[in-house]
């Protein structure tokens, strides 16, 4: 059974940083695309990172240079590296493993940003 468990999240400062973490159990997760997703209430989920079987890595435009996406083999883990937080990064942070597209989802962890 594939399990996804996010932690790191919680309350910052804008300017401030967080790590979130992704322990994959189930699955090997470099063999797959791994993804971080955020939501806002209200909002449609959007992808944020994504890191493929080639280490390649993905941004949305409005992470690019603040956030980093990387894995560490050895623990079956990914994370997303989050720098120069504000208030429009506050949202529930999923982590998704799939090739084609996400199959798989954690539960979700609360990032929120205060101004």
């Known amino acids: 059974q594939v399990q996804l468990v996010e932690s790191g999240g919680g309350l910052v400062q804008a300017g401030g940083s967080l790590r979130l973490s992704c322990a994959a159990s189930g699955i090997i997760s470099s063999l797959t695309v791994m993804r971080w997703y955020r939501q806002v209430p209200g909002k449609q989920r959007e992808l944020v990172s994504s890191i493929d079987r080639g280490d390649n890595t993905n941004y949305a435009d409005s992470v690019k240079g603040r956030f980093t996406i990387s894995r560490d083999n050895a623990k079956n883990t990914v994370y997303l590296q989050m720098n120069s937080l504000n208030a429009e990064d506050t949202a529930v942070y999923y982590c998704?493993?799939?090739?084609?597209?996400?199959?798989?989802w954690g539960q979700g962890t609360q990032v929120t940003v205060s101004s």
């Open positions: 998704a493993s799939g090739i084609i597209g996400p199959i798989h």
